[in-house]
């Protein structure tokens, strides 16, 4: 898995991860999203445009970041998951909590 992390000048952190969000990987999304607000960017927007495989450690990578952005008074927002990404959310019914944006932008200028 590749995992970027960039700051955005309105206060969000982009975390863009390619490739597998699984047990092996759902550490390394955990700390990316601690790093963000540690680095007092509470507001997280996870890019999953360019994951191909997602499993329920991956989902619950995002779901304990979801927790630990809105402890830190923030969001946890998606931007475009992948199709297999999508369904995995749909499945679950984690689509209602983990809300999909079109662009990072996007997903912290709506409430």
Known sequence: MDLT?????????????????????????REAIQ????DNHPNVAV?????????????????????????AG????LVRPAEQAQLVLEL?????TLKSYDSVGDAFTHA
């Open 35 to 38: 790093s963000a607000i540690d």
């Open 74 to 77: 923030g969001d946890l927002r």
């Open 92 to 96: 679950t019914n984690m689509s209602s």
């Open 47 to 71: 890019d999953l445009s360019r994951v191909v495989f997602l499993d329920s450690s991956g989902l619950g990578a995002l779901i304990a970041g979801l927790k630990a952005v809105r402890a």
């Open 5 to 29: 992390v960039v700051h955005h000048p309105f206060g969000v952190a982009e975390v863009s991860v390619a490739g597998r969000l699984n047990m092996v990987t759902a550490a390394r999304m």
